[in-house]
């Protein structure tokens, strides 16, 4: 069984930084791409960032020049740089990995979401 899990989230004053980082444990024959998304109250999950396996990585707009994505394929892992942090940034965020389980399935998994609260 697959698992995602998220470290990483908390509270930070507006201007400042946090890291966030997922693990993906259990059977992994190999990871697709791997992503952040998050959450505000009331609205659906929207896209943060994502990179594929081979490195190529994607921003939305809001975070473009503020957020780094980068993952350690070696290590299953993905990890999301937040700096100059807004307090529109304030969501749950999300991991996500489509990870190849067996020669024949992939599926895509999602991590429980960690809290991030920037404060004005």
């Known amino acids: 069984q697959v698992q995602l899990m998220e470290s990483g989230g908390g509270l930070v004053q507006a201007g400042g930084s946090l890291s966030l980082s997922c693990v993906a444990s259990?059977?992994?024959?190999?990871?697709?791409?791997m992503g952040w998304f998050r959450q505000f109250p009331g609205k659906q999950r929207e896209l943060v960032a994502t990179?594929?396996?081979?490195?190529?990585?994607m921003y939305a707009d809001p975070v473009k020049g503020r957020f780094t994505i980068s993952r350690d394929s070696a290590k299953s892992s993905v990890s999301l740089q937040m700096n100059s942090l807004k307090p529109e940034d304030t969501a749950v965020y999300f991991c996500a990995a489509d990870i190849k389980v067996t020669l024949a399935h992939t599926q895509q998994y999602w991590g429980q979401g960690t809290q991030v609260t920037v404060s004005s």
């Open positions: 990179v594929t396996k081979d490195g190529k990585t």
């Open positions: 259990g059977t992994v024959l190999s990871i697709n791409f």
